[in-house]
């Protein structure tokens, strides 16, 4: 109650200056924290019709999942300029309706946090907030700040008051008014909505990579990890990133990192990107196994300041946080971020040709055992928050085979002069941060942009159903891609092996995955392989004479053995098997690697490609 009372003090006492004021001021109180909520208020922009509605966001960009943030407010009160509740009423989760509101002066509410709740539909936790009092404060600032209906393009400045010691760190531009309150000033709700911070001790460093000024902020609950270790993993990629975009078009980034040393309730790890930032949510494990994982994803959270921040479709550029039209295009702002991240590493000498080779192959496994590839890209996006969303994983598999198809096919059409790299760079000085493209005519303009065949493209493999032709594409820049395929072979029995230690043979360790073969062969749990096929078989040779054996023989053929097996004695006597010779079908993997003798065109574009 008291802090209701100083509130109506310092509302009443400003209520002339501010009645004409066209920004919402909000302040967050972290200092007062009750029962793991803290209290938002507001001073609100003159509202010139009778009711409107408050919003809270149903969906945030990037997330591709309704969450319904607002069933984490409460004690929701709108009050006139003299301190008088107005009615209001709850119609949604994400909408109250404010009555009287050309009284509306200012509103307050009280805030829960996602990261322990016991409401269901748990939030991934980089979209999450988290109110652990005087220890760490997660603020996606959507989950604690709303807007009132057609009034989200106005000015906000938001306040934060934080106990002493502990840091802000952000992408929003800042003041600090003292050791515990900060200002902080966005154009806009989508630019509030943009932009994480995270309150803990400070556990930062910056450095700075082709102009921009970056931030890694850390909290880590056991110390495990440290902000110059996620430095020196991350900036030889960010290096090559600069390298692939030749201009940031950015002045400021943050790589804001929260460790969870328990399981969050998501059961997810990863990342949310956002124009000026990323926020991490990784297990607390050692540094050294972070590592990679680090790497991974900030290299394609760091790729999102290209798209969707200087090119995205009018549903991203004027974003409805309650009732969002998805984009048809996926397969750019997920799948050629992903793809971009990749190239740029393998490219400018972060990763080798190998390794790169290795990642394209992984995407094509993954994306042909786990998801339905005759399904339109387009169709994956427009429908990712209903009937596809099983199929959104895709975007970072497929979506990024999309990217890299359609990158050779430019390499191709160019003479190796114009790829990707190139396009995304023209999307981006032709749109730019404020102005969106026409979802329906994006595939239009990059034709117009490029070349026609690319319209053809977009046609077959994004819009509808045909397959990437993954040899074909490959063999363009001297690559082989052998499909995985079913062969029959002799069986040994598929039995396990270990190597006895006083003779260097081998000895059957496991029997619990035989086959028919081995059970008419009649081995046994530590039997002592002597002979087979008539050869003494020891650690020597016994690859070479398992593999001429297939050779050697054809189904129904005698085959014999003899093992030495310990008997009632104690001691090893020698026994003589046999069995007809079975096959089996044996899955043979899928191959990517360089043909043996390329041609000098697949030479030039491969280089051009990706500069090997």
Excluded at 381 to 410: F, H, P, W
Excluded at 522 to 529: A, S, T
């Amino acid at each position: 109650m008291k802090i209701r009372v100083y509130l109506f003090g310092l509302l009443m006492g400003t209520s002339s200056f501010l009645a004409a004021q066209e920004k919402y001021r909000v302040s967050i109180d972290l200092i007062n924290v009750v029962e793991d909520r803290v209290q938002v208020t507001y001073l609100v922009p003159k509202v010139s019709q009778d009711e409107i509605e408050f919003r809270v966001p149903k969906i945030v960009p990037g997330t591709y999942s309704v969450y319904d943030f607002g069933r984490f407010f409460s004690n929701f009160t709108a009050y006139d300029a003299t301190g008088a509740e107005l009615p209001t009423t709850v119609l949604t989760d994400n909408r109250i309706l404010i009555k009287n509101s050309t009284r509306l002066h200012s509103i307050t509410y009280w805030i829960d946090d996602t990261f322990d709740t016991d409401k269901d539909n748990f939030i991934f936790e980089p979209a999450g907030t988290n109110i652990e009092q005087d220890e760490n404060y997660v603020i996606n600032t959507f989950g604690f700040v709303g807007y009132l209906q057609g009034m989200k393009d106005l000015g906000y400045e938001l306040q934060i008051d934080f106990p002493k010691g502990m840091y802000g760190a952000t992408a929003l531009d800042k003041t600090s008014l003292n050791d515990s309150t900060d200002i902080y000033t966005a154009e806009n709700y989508f630019d509030l909505a943009d932009s994480p911070i995270m309150y803990a001790a400070p556990d930062t460093t910056t450095f700075e990579i082709g102009g921009a000024q970056i931030l890694i902020s850390i909290y880590s609950p056991n110390k495990v990890l440290d902000p110059i270790f996620v430095k020196e993993q991350i900036e030889p990629t960010l290096k090559a990133q600069h390298e692939y975009l030749d201009e940031l078009p950015v002045d400021r980034y943050a790589f804001i990192i929260y460790l969870f040393d328990s399981n969050p309730l998501s059961g997810k790890l990863g990342a949310l990107e956002h124009s000026y930032s990323s926020f991490y949510s990784l297990p607390e494990i050692s540094a050294f196994r972070l590592a990679q994982i680090i790497r991974d994803v900030a290299a394609h959270e760091f790729f999102h300041i290209l798209t969707p921040l200087n090119i995205h479709s009018e549903e991203i550029g004027n974003f409805d946080f309650i009732n969002p039209r998805m984009s048809k295009h996926l397969w750019m702002y997920e799948g050629v971020t992903e793809y971009s991240a990749g190239l740029a590493q393998v490219k400018y000498g972060e990763m080798t040709f190998q390794d790169y080779l290795a990642v394209l192959l992984g995407k094509i496994n993954q994306s042909k055992a786990n998801f339905d590839n005759s399904l339109p890209f387009t169709e994956l996006s427009l429908n990712c928050l209903g009937e596809t969303k099983g199929e959104y994983a895709n975007v970072y598999q497929k979506g990024a085979l999309i990217g890299m198809a359609l990158d050779i096919r430019l390499r191709e059409l160019s003479g190796g002069e114009y790829g990707i790299q190139n396009l995304m760079q023209d999307l981006a000085g032709k749109y730019g941060k404020n102005q969106s493209f026409k979802d329906d005519e994006l595939f239009d303009v990059i034709a117009e942009l490029t070349y026609p065949e690319i319209r053809t493209f977009f046609t077959r493999y994004v819009e509808g159903i045909s397959s990437l032709p993954y040899d074909e594409i490959f063999k363009k820049v001297g690559i082989r891609y052998e499909r995985e395929r079913k062969e029959t072979e002799l069986t040994m029995g598929h039995i396990n092996f270990s190597v006895d230690g006083i003779d260097n043979r081998l000895m059957i360790q496991s029997v619990s995955f035989m086959n028919n073969f081995g059970k008419q062969m009649g081995y046994q749990k530590g039997d002592i392989i002597y002979k087979f096929d008539g050869i003494e078989i020891d650690i020597e040779n016994y690859e070479e004479e398992f593999a001429a054996f297939t050779q050697r023989h054809q189904v129904g053929d005698e085959i014999k053995a003899v093992v030495l097996r310990v008997n009632d004695k104690n001691k090893l006597k020698k026994v003589k098997l046999s069995a007809e010779a079975e096959e089996i079908k044996k899955s043979i993997e899928a191959v990517l690697r360089p043909v043996d003798n390329p041609t000098q065109e697949q030479l030039a574009l491969r280089k051009a490609w990706i500069n090997k």
